[in-house]
């Protein structure tokens, strides 16, 4: 027997890292690259609802039988990633009983779960609810943190001999005689680009099949290969709360429309969303309005929601795609389907196929689909266990029980830092050194940011996505010199330096959609902190050489102060 | 009837402090009113001057000599050079601040390992200054995630200081918990307690100082986080130079902060000593004003309003980090007397794309005539007898110019002066 | 209600409208105490963990940020353990005196504790008795008011106080508080109760020319300690208030509630405060205000009862509680009073005053100094800002002995340095860790302002 076929996944989102992990767990050779981190696109932008088809069971019965069949398997086989809230869809006075009615059906004949409950009992479950919500369907939603899922899915398919290489942008598509041969590939390199798998330089991957998983991307891997593949990316943002206003997820029960679901996600609860169509999957305006909608149509269903605090919003551009015949001009019509394009068939390109649309909760569907359809290039008959096979981190979930005393840890620290690590918390909990605690808004030690940094090297939003660091109230103001303190050993200064200033602006980003009230007084305190006391806008390390004889250098003529031995007494400093 | 006095201070943080304690020795009634801790407990306890220009140039090397180059809102332009000079006199009169030997900064480190300009330091902090070309060692606390001693030496080096820096990480003796908090280490090394080391009993400065000569090379000075004593810091300090055999400096950091809360005691006592009284804990939250003149503000107790009524009033509750400058996703406001803010309607008007960009935000506050008096939008003064100090003043980025507790005393010091002038 | 004086425009009824200081205001009332909202407030300043005098001496104890904001923003409404760290905390209150933010601190430790004792503490447990035992003082000090005197001997008795640290945990280190021989009640009522106190307070009107039938009517909040032990406090309140022509009133009362509070009996508080509330509020309605001696009973009448507890008309009697003196400083003129006084005799003495933590919480830390420092005769001077330590019943348990002491060594070495030898504060148990730490003999402003102007009335009119 041969070697097995060498696969080139593109895209580190869901999909790809749900390809890379099915294929390599069938004995293939994979190789994946993504432009940025882990998540980096469309999977790091979303509400991280684990659909229980319950949204589409009206418009796309389809996608909602995938979504409940989906939904089941992602409980078993991630169980640190998913967090089963339940949820409901609820009825305002105005919206319409027809479609309430046909939503509850809907629910009914796709095999989800439905269940209605009156105004009240949906109240006794979430007490924040609108006082005049009349009625509720609940379904088995969930919440499902993105981030760990993938990195999860790349970890597992690490295990089983996968090469992932992030912030390796794709340059080029390799093509010999109208068939795909590999990838020219740029990987990031220096203190500013963090350092994961091959630091810097080009490289050509040759690869005997090229699976483009870019979702809202695909097009542009498209262009280089020269193929069409028109996908329509509709932005939609999300809004996060600083706390969770509620623990189910709730849905309004009507249509469509924009600003109809509250995700209670981690320690946060996230607002989405809109719907609209862009250009640029890269380049597209963040408004205000978009942010004040959530706030104000999402309070119709949770009146706290208006005054809470918010910390941040974020935008995520959909990788739609309808074949071009269908010719949809609203977003919100196009079908949340995926499709399978196969380059040879489509546009007699071999070696290639794309894959576009879907949706995250059936990531790993789309990965069976496509890596059968890559097997059956080569003749390969292995079969897919990516149902089966829990993720690392979910493979036993006894380690919840008993993890305060072992780990010495807060009870709430210790609980949120092994409900993130899953079976994965007594290798890297399990320390014998002091174990302060990094991350104080959600939690996160330093044991945990070192696990983190030993995973994903030096930059540190690779580090936040794993452990949750940074993302919490505060939004990194006073973790992320910590953090590159935390680097500081393993790398130089100079590039945890750069991280530090890495993350700070990461977090600056999002967080400007937030900037009023508690969270603009935050800003300003962080605000000073860096800057005031830190010095940080304007650090004579990153500027000019500084002329340190000109400045005060003590009262001693030695430029010492001189206080060496004075007052050993003990005794009070004041006479009180 | 309600509590009366000639002066009415509301805030209680470095501005509010100092307008009182002038207010107080030019021989006013004064009472001082604060809500709760201010933002003295979050800051370094540097006392910064103008260490930038609006413009970002810097670090200034004399802050006095480059007030006049600022812009003409500017508070320092409100109040004059020669005014600050006072102010600062009186500060420096009322604590044991190091500094007013020279005009020029001093460049102190701080906890992210930058070097920073500044007027005043602690004593404490007097033997790290980075123009000091001695040898320095950085002792680092393992499970102190605030402060890094190998990164911090590594990134002064990268400053270019004019002296080798190592930083080494030791461990607390005595077993800590990993989350005590900064005041649990002050108290230990405050009361010298005894902490047990491998089977043996003794004190706290001793076990420290015993674990720092472990790691100590021929480095003529040793800085430590700023843990070292709360009420007896020089004494703590004193002892592991002793023992040490070397001087010893804190690196300011925080939040929270030990020297800024042992500044806000230093301040506190001594507006104690000059008499004024002080009420803390509950806030102003409505006034009386009749022709033009505040007559009684209101000070809420669980839902009973106590009324309180002065000649004068002096408006020092802070800025955004304060609390004295509140917003929404609409506006931005002056919460106590409602006196104007100006700001941009649309609040995505009221930040830079960059985290360190020129911030808006940074400058909110009120705008005053030339003796401190807030002004309304249309440019006519709010009320005859109320004065702003410190960051509820508009006009000036302290962060970027590091000029935040400069401001505050000379504002404070402004505001308190002219309303005791005012009663008399 | 006394906005009828005719030398007033304060009106204490007024109520706090549309205001955001309010902490409790942004909780809907909810039956679980959902305080996750609250963490929206902190910005981590950790001003809190600053003046938290648990965290400084025992790091067992994260402080009230992570106890507080922290620990509530990462709870999930169902499923998470509290900390038992919680129980250290010892309800001083003074991160609610803190925090620049209006973070519901207090009321996180204590939900968080009940909650804790609730579902978490054995209810078999020797602590768990120890600390219901601790917390029902009430009970305990009436029945050992039925029998003063064997009381005073048993309780202290050695061998007894051995048995009960070995069986309970309650720390043989310290003396259990005398008690009175005659209790306040029983004074009051031989004395002539209400009727009394409304011919005194006429007659005290008539001589500063008053009407006659002026609306000063109060309604006294003894707290159990100025029942059962130091009586003399609730006699010297009683004839101050009439020297200014108050009617004095002593109400069917309970326990406050702090030391359930501090110990997570929630239940036991709430039974007690069902019964306060319902008598102060009458008595509210019908003009009156609730005046506490005890700064941590009118801190839990003003404060933890409508934080913790939906009782009909608690947001009443919370905006109209005040404490003895302040309530005077801001209805007459006291300070011109005191100033024009003088003390001789026992209380002609040097004061070193502490302020209670929980005065601190009500802006009452520097009325006392304020108010005496122009006593002629008497000298005061204040000890500092630290906590005594004892929190209460908190000092009282064998496990937190120590750490209690530790606390209160600041305020000892402060005491010590004083000029005076007589201690004063307005706090019974911060009185008992006083005079434990030092061996003064303590007093309560209310007696030197007794002396001053009852007994001593210089400046009567």
């Given at each position: 027997?041969g070697?097995?076929?060498h696969i080139?996944?593109?895209g580190?989102?869901?999909?790809?890292?749900?390809?890379a992990?099915?294929l390599s767990?069938r004995?293939?050779?994979v190789?994946?690259v993504e432009?940025?981190?882990?998540?980096h696109?469309?999977?790091?932008?979303?509400?991280?609802l684990l659909?229980?088809g319950g949204?589409y069971?009206?418009s796309?019965?389809?996608?909602?039988?995938?979504?409940?069949?989906?939904n089941?398997?992602?409980?078993?086989?991630?169980?640190?990633?998913?967090e089963?809230t339940g949820g409901?869809?609820?009825?305002?006075?105005e919206?319409?009983e027809?479609?309430?009615?046909e939503?509850?059906?809907?629910?009914?004949?796709c095999?989800?779960p439905?269940e209605?409950?009156s105004g009240a009992?949906?109240?006794a479950?979430?007490p924040?609810?609108a006082?005049?919500?009349?009625?509720a369907?609940?379904?088995?939603?969930?919440?499902?943190d993105p981030?760990r899922?993938?990195?999860a899915?790349a970890?597992?398919a690490?295990e089983?001999g996968a090469r992932i290489e992030?912030?390796?942008?794709?340059r080029?598509?390799?093509?010999e005689?109208d068939?795909?041969?590999g990838?020219e590939v740029?990987h990031a390199s220096?203190a500013g680009?963090r350092?994961?798998?091959?630091?810097?330089?080009r490289?050509?991957?040759?690869?005997?099949y090229?699976?483009?998983?870019?979702?809202a991307w695909?097009g542009?891997?498209g262009?280089?290969?020269?193929?069409?593949?028109?996908?329509?990316?509709s932005k939609?943002?999300?809004t996060?709360?600083n706390?969770?206003?509620?623990?189910?997820?709730?849905?309004?029960?009507r249509?469509?429309?924009?600003?109809?679901?509250v995700?209670?996600h981690e320690?946060t609860a996230?607002?989405?969303?809109?719907?609209?169509e862009v250009?640029d999957p890269e380049?597209y305006?963040e408004e205000?309005?978009?942010v004040?909608?959530?706030?104000?149509?999402?309070?119709?269903?949770?009146?706290?929601?208006?005054?809470?605090?918010t910390?941040?919003?974020?935008?995520?551009?959909?990788?739609?795609?309808e074949?071009?015949?269908?010719?949809?001009?609203?977003?919100?019509?196009i079908?949340?389907d995926?499709?399978l394009?196969?380059?040879?068939?489509r546009d007699?390109l071999e070696?290639m196929?794309s894959?576009?649309?879907?949706?995250?909760?059936?990531?790993?569907?789309m990965g069976e689909?496509i890596?059968d359809h890559v097997c059956?290039?080569?003749?390969?008959?292995?079969?897919?266990?990516?149902a089966?096979?829990p993720l690392?981190g979910s493979?036993?979930?006894?380690?919840?029980r008993?993890?305060?005393d072992?780990f010495?840890l807060?009870?709430p620290?210790?609980?949120?830092?092994v409900e993130?690590?899953?079976s994965?918390a007594?290798?890297?909990?399990?320390?014998?050194d002091?174990n302060?605690?990094?991350?104080?808004?959600e939690?996160v030690?330093?044991a945990?940011?070192q696990?983190?940094i030993?995973?994903?090297g030096?930059?540190?939003n690779?580090?936040r996505?794993?452990?949750?660091?940074?993302m919490?109230?505060?939004?990194?103001g006073?973790?992320?010199?910590r953090?590159?303190?935390e680097?500081?050993?393993?790398?130089?200064?100079?590039?945890?330096r750069a991280?530090w200033d890495?993350?700070?602006?990461?977090?600056w980003k999002?967080?400007?959609?937030a900037?009023w009230?508690?969270?603009l007084?935050?800003?300003?305190l962080n605000y000073?902190?860096q800057?005031?006391?830190q010095?940080r806008?304007?650090?004579?390390?990153?500027g000019d050489?500084?002329?340190?004889?000109a400045?005060?250098?003590?009262?001693?003529?030695d430029?010492g102060?001189?206080?060496?031995?004075?007052?050993t007494?003990?005794?009070?400093?004041?006479?009180? | 009837?309600?509590?009366e006095?000639?002066?009415?201070?509301?805030g209680g943080g470095?501005a509010g402090?100092?307008?009182?304690l002038?207010?107080?020795?030019?021989?006013a009634d004064v009472?001082?009113v604060?809500?709760?801790q201010?933002?003295l407990?979050?800051a370094?306890g540097?006392?910064d001057?103008?260490?930038?220009?609006?413009d970002?140039?810097?670090?200034?090397?004399d802050?006095?000599a480059?007030?006049p180059?600022?812009?003409d809102?500017?508070?320092?332009?409100t109040v004059g050079v020669e005014?600050?000079?006072?102010?600062?006199a009186?500060?420096?009169n009322?604590t044991?601040y190091?500094?007013d030997?020279t005009?020029?900064n001093?460049?102190v480190?701080?906890h992210?390992?930058t070097?920073?300009?500044?007027?005043?330091?602690?004593a404490?902090?007097?033997?790290?200054l980075?123009?000091d070309?001695r040898n320095v060692?950085l002792v680092?606390i393992?499970s102190?995630?605030d402060f890094?001693a190998?990164?911090a030496a590594?990134?002064?080096?990268?400053?270019?200081v004019?002296?080798?820096?190592?930083?080494e990480?030791?461990?607390?003796?005595?077993?800590?918990?990993?989350?005590?908090k900064v005041?649990?280490?002050?108290?230990?090394?405050?009361a010298n307690?005894?902490v047990?080391v491998?089977?043996?009993t003794?004190?706290a400065?001793?076990a420290?100082?015993?674990?720092?000569n472990?790691v100590h090379?021929?480095?003529?000075r040793?800085g430590?986080p700023a843990?070292?004593g709360d009420q007896r810091?020089d004494?703590v300090?004193?002892?592991?130079?002793?023992?040490?055999g070397?001087?010893?400096?804190?690196v300011?950091?925080g939040?929270?902060?030990?020297?800024g809360?042992r500044?806000e005691?230093a301040l506190f006592?001594a507006?104690?000593?000059s008499?004024a009284?002080?009420?803390?804990g509950?806030?102003?939250?409505?006034f009386d004003?009749?022709?033009?003149?505040?007559?009684?503000v209101?000070?809420?107790?669980?839902?009973a309003?106590?009324?309180n009524r002065?000649?004068q009033?002096?408006l020092?509750?802070?800025g955004l980090?304060?609390?004295?400058?509140?917003?929404?996703?609409?506006s931005?406001?002056?919460p106590?007397?409602?006196c104007?803010?100006a700001?941009?309607?649309?609040?995505y008007?009221?930040f830079?794309?960059d985290?360190f960009?020129?911030h808006?935000?940074?400058q909110?506050?009120v705008?005053?005539?030339e003796?401190l008096?807030?002004?309304a939008a249309?440019g006519?003064v709010e009320?005859e007898?109320?004065?702003a100090?410190?960051?509820?003043?508009?006009g000036?980025?302290?962060?970027a110019e590091?000029?935040?507790s400069?401001v505050?005393?000379?504002t404070?010091y402004?505001?308190g002066?002219?309303?005791?002038?005012?009663?008399? | 209600m006394?906005?009828?004086?005719?030398?007033?425009?304060?009106?204490?009824?007024?109520?706090?409208?549309?205001r955001?200081f309010?902490?409790?205001?942004?909780?809907?009332?909810t039956?679980?105490?959902?305080?996750?909202?609250?963490?929206?407030?902190?910005?981590?300043?950790?001003a809190c963990d600053?003046?938290c005098p648990?965290?400084e001496v025992?790091?067992?104890?994260?402080?009230?940020?992570?106890q507080?904001?922290?620990?509530w923003?990462?709870k999930?409404?169902e499923?998470?353990?509290?900390?038992d760290?919680?129980?250290s905390?010892?309800?001083?209150?003074?991160c609610d005196?803190?925090?620049?933010?209006?973070?519901?601190?207090s009321?996180?430790h204590?939900?968080a504790?009940g909650?804790y004792v609730?579902?978490?503490m054995?209810k078999?447990?020797v602590?768990?008795?120890r600390?219901?035992?601790l917390?029902?003082y009430?009970?305990s000090?009436?029945?050992?008011?039925?029998v003063p005197r064997?009381?005073n001997?048993?309780?202290?008795?050695?061998?007894?106080r051995w048995?009960?640290e070995?069986?309970?945990?309650?720390?043989a280190?310290?003396?259990?508080p005398?008690?009175?021989?005659?209790?306040?009640?029983?004074?009051?009522?031989?004395?002539?109760?209400?009727?009394e106190s409304?011919?005194?307070a006429?007659?005290?009107r008539e001589?500063?020319?008053?009407?006659?039938?002026?609306d000063?009517?109060?309604?006294?909040f003894h707290g159990?300690?100025?029942n059962?032990?130091t009586?003399e406090?609730g006699?010297?309140?009683?004839?101050?208030?009439?020297?200014?022509g108050?009617?004095v009133?002593?109400?069917?009362?309970k326990c406050s509630?702090?030391?359930?509070f501090?110990?997570g009996m929630?239940a036991?508080a709430?039974r007690h405060?069902e019964?306060n509330v319902?008598s102060m509020?009458?008595?509210v309605e019908?003009g009156?205000?609730?005046?506490?001696?005890?700064t941590s009973?009118?801190?839990a009448?003003?404060q933890?009862?409508?934080?913790?507890f939906?009782?009909d008309?608690?947001?009443?009697?919370?905006a109209?509680?005040?404490?003895?003196i302040?309530?005077l400083?801001?209805h007459?003129?006291l300070?011109a009073?005191v100033r024009?006084?003088r003390v001789?005799g026992?209380?002609?003495?040097e004061?070193?005053y502490?302020a209670?933590?929980h005065?601190?919480?009500q802006?009452?830390?520097r009325?006392?100094?304020e108010?005496?420092?122009?006593?002629e005769?008497?000298g005061?001077?204040?000890?500092?800002?630290s906590?005594?330590?004892i929190s209460?019943?908190?000092g009282?348990?064998?496990?937190?002995y120590e750490?209690?002491?530790?606390?209160g060594e600041?305020?000892f070495d402060h005491?010590?340095a004083?000029d005076g030898e007589?201690g004063m504060t307005?706090c019974?148990?911060?009185a008992m860790?006083?005079e434990?730490?030092?061996?003064?003999e303590?007093?309560?402003?209310l007696e030197?302002?007794?002396?001053?102007?009852v007994?001593?009335p210089?400046?009567?009119?």
């Open positions: 027997m070697s097995p076929p080139a996944v593109i580190g989102g869901s999909t790809g890292a749900g390809i992990r099915d767990m004995g293939l050779d190789t994946l432009q940025g981190n882990l998540t696109g469309t999977t790091g932008r979303m509400h991280g659909h229980s949204r069971a009206v796309d019965r389809a996608s909602a039988r995938e979504c409940i069949e989906e089941r398997v992602l409980r078993e086989i991630a169980t640190h990633c998913v089963m409901l869809f609820v009825k305002r006075p919206d319409d027809e479609y309430f009615q939503k509850l059906r809907g629910c009914r004949t095999g989800i439905a209605v409950v009992e949906a109240r479950m979430e924040h609810l006082k005049d919500v009349e009625k369907i609940s379904v088995p939603d969930g919440a499902v981030f899922l993938v990195v899915n970890a597992s690490i089983h992030t912030h390796s942008t794709v080029d598509v390799l093509i005689e068939e795909v041969i990838l740029e220096g680009e350092v994961h798998g091959k630091e810097g330089g490289e050509e991957i040759r690869a005997d090229v699976v483009n998983a870019t979702g695909a542009r891997i262009e280089m290969a020269g193929v069409d593949i028109e996908v329509r990316p939609g943002v999300m996060i709360m706390v969770r206003q509620v623990d189910t997820v709730i849905n309004r029960c249509p469509k429309g924009d600003a109809d679901i995700v209670p320690t996230i607002l989405g969303t809109t719907d609209e250009e380049e305006p205000r309005w978009e004040d909608m959530m706030i104000e149509t999402l309070s119709e269903l949770v009146p706290m929601l208006e005054d809470a605090r910390i941040r919003s974020f935008w995520g551009v959909r990788p739609l795609y074949p071009p015949e269908v010719g949809s001009t609203d977003p919100t019509d079908t949340r995926y499709f394009l196969d380059h040879a068939e007699d070696g196929t894959i576009v649309g879907g949706k995250f909760t059936t990531y790993r569907m689909e890596s059956s290039q080569f003749g390969i008959d292995a079969e897919c266990h990516t089966e096979i690392p493979e036993d979930f006894t380690v919840l008993d993890y305060m072992e010495g807060r009870s620290i210790g609980r949120r830092s993130r690590l899953g994965r007594d290798e890297v909990l399990n320390t014998s002091p302060p605690t990094v991350c104080t808004c939690g030690t330093r945990e940011i696990d983190a030993a995973g994903s030096s930059d540190l690779a580090v996505i794993r452990t949750r660091a940074s919490g109230n505060c939004q990194g006073f973790c992320c010199h953090l590159a303190g680097l500081h050993g393993e790398y130089d200064e100079s590039t945890a991280a890495g993350l700070l602006e990461e977090r999002g967080q400007r959609h900037l009230g508690e969270q007084s935050q800003a300003a000073a902190l800057a005031t006391t010095n806008d304007r650090d004579p390390a990153d050489p500084v002329d340190f004889s400045f005060d250098g003590g009262v001693g003529a430029g102060s001189g206080t060496a031995g004075v007052a007494d003990g005794g009070p400093r004041d006479g009180d | 009837m309600a509590i006095s000639e002066v009415l201070v509301v470095l402090l100092t307008s009182a002038a207010a107080a020795r030019e021989g009472r001082l604060s809500y709760k201010s933002s407990r979050h370094s540097l006392v001057l103008l260490g930038y220009t609006s970002g140039e810097g670090p200034i090397v802050p006095y480059a007030m180059g600022l812009p809102d500017h508070p320092y332009r005014t600050v000079r006072e102010a600062m009186l500060f420096d009322v044991d190091r500094g030997h005009d020029a001093a460049l480190p701080t992210g390992g070097i920073k300009p500044t007027a005043r330091y602690p404490g902090a007097a033997a790290g980075a123009s070309d060692l680092g393992e102190m995630t890094d190998p990164q590594a990134h002064l080096e990268a400053a270019g004019p002296f080798d820096v190592r930083g990480t030791i461990r607390f003796p005595g077993d800590l918990r990993a989350d005590a005041t649990r280490y002050a108290k230990l090394l405050d307690g005894e047990a491998r089977g043996r003794r004190g400065r001793d420290l100082a015993e674990r720092v472990t090379g021929n480095e003529q040793v430590f843990v070292l810091t004494a300090r004193g002892a592991l130079e002793d023992r040490i070397t001087d010893v400096f804190e300011p950091m939040p929270p902060s030990l020297p809360l500044l005691e006592e507006l104690e000593e008499g009284s002080v009420e803390t509950n806030p102003v939250v409505d004003a009749e022709g033009g003149e505040i007559e009684t209101y000070i809420e107790k669980n839902g309003l106590i009324p002065a000649d009033y002096v020092a509750t802070g980090v304060g609390k004295g400058i509140e917003s929404d996703r609409d931005v406001r002056e106590v007397f409602d104007h803010v700001h941009a309607d649309d609040r008007e009221w830079d794309g985290a960009g020129d808006p935000f940074a909110f506050g705008e005053t005539d003796t008096r807030p002004l249309d006519r009320f007898n109320l004065r100090a410190g960051s509820v003043l508009g000036y980025d302290f962060a590091k000029s935040g400069g505050s005393i000379a404070g402004v505001a002066n002219t309303a005791a002038t005012e009663v008399r | 006394s906005d009828t004086e005719p030398q007033t425009d304060f009106d204490p009824i007024e109520p706090n409208t549309g955001e309010e902490p409790v205001d942004v909780f809907p009332a039956e679980e105490f959902d305080l996750r909202p609250g963490a929206d407030s902190c910005f981590k300043c950790s600053t003046s648990v965290a025992d790091d067992d104890f994260p402080g009230p940020k992570f507080g904001p922290e620990q923003r990462l999930r409404r499923g998470h353990e509290i900390d760290s919680v129980m905390c010892s309800n001083c209150m003074r005196d803190a925090c620049p933010s209006g973070v519901p601190l009321q996180m204590n939900t504790r909650e609730e579902e978490q054995s078999t447990s602590e768990y008795w600390n219901r035992v917390s029902n009430r009970t000090a009436f029945l050992a008011s039925k064997l009381a001997v048993t309780m202290n008795f050695g061998p007894a048995l009960m070995k069986t309970m945990g309650v720390t280190e310290r003396e259990f005398a008690f009175a021989s005659t209790t306040f009640r029983e004074w009051w009522a031989e004395r002539g109760g209400a009727d409304r011919r005194r006429r007659a005290h001589r500063r020319g008053l009407d006659r039938d002026a000063k009517r109060v309604a006294y159990c300690y100025s059962y032990n009586t406090v006699k010297a309140m009683v004839r101050v208030y009439e020297r200014y108050y009617e009133v002593a109400p069917e009362q509630g702090t030391p359930m501090a110990n929630l036991d709430r405060a019964v319902s509020a009458d008595l019908q009156y205000d609730a005046i506490a001696s005890c009973c009118s801190m009448l003003r933890e009862y409508p934080e913790l939906d009782i008309g608690i947001e009443t009697v919370a109209n509680t005040f404490e003895s302040e309530y400083r801001i007459e003129d300070k009073d024009e006084a001789s026992d209380l002609a003495r004061f070193a502490h209670p933590c005065a601190r919480n802006g009452l830390e009325q006392s100094v108010l005496f420092g122009d006593l005769g008497a005061i001077e204040d000890v500092g800002d906590c005594s330590g209460g019943t908190y009282w348990k064998e496990e937190k750490t209690s002491m530790a606390i600041e305020m005491m010590a004083a007589v307005e019974p148990t911060c860790q006083m434990h730490g030092t061996g003064y303590i007093r309560h402003p030197l302002l007794e002396e001053a102007l007994e001593n210089r400046s009567e009119p």
